[in-house]
Nanobody, 122 residues
């Protein structure tokens, strides 16, 4: 059974950094598109960044230059390094896996973790 488990969330002041981790079990995620999503209270879930098995990444304009998605294949772990955090980054962050594709931004992600909360204060 495929499972994703996020960790690394917390509370931080604006301008600070956090690194989220997502450990995958039950499969080798190198054969999938992987992504980070977030959802703030009262808002729709939004994609933050994606990673393909060929190393191609994408990130949304709202986080570009501040957030970096990466992986450690040996540990079957996906990361999201978040720098220069802003209060508007406050949300529940989710790791997700979907079928491999040329462009992971077009994938429907079907496997989700339970989420990790990130809170950024002024």
């Amino acid at each position: 059974q495929v499972q994703l488990m996020e960790s690394g969330g917390g509370s931080v002041q604006a301008g600070g950094s956090l690194r989220l981790s997502c450990v995958a079990s039950g499969y080798s995620y190198s054969r999938y598109c992987m992504a980070w999503f977030r959802q703030a209270p009262g808002k729709e879930r939004e994609r933050v960044a994606t990673l393909s098995n060929n190393g191609r990444t994408s990130s949304e304009d709202s986080v570009k230059g501040r957030f970096t998605i990466s992986e450690d294949n040996a540990k079957n772990t996906l990361y999201l390094q978040m720098n220069s955090l802003k209060p508007e980054d406050t949300a529940m962050y989710y790791c997700a896996a979907g079928p491999l594709a040329t462009d992971c931004r077009r994938v429907v992600f079907g496997v989700w973790g339970q989420g990790t909360q990130v809170t950024v204060s002024l």
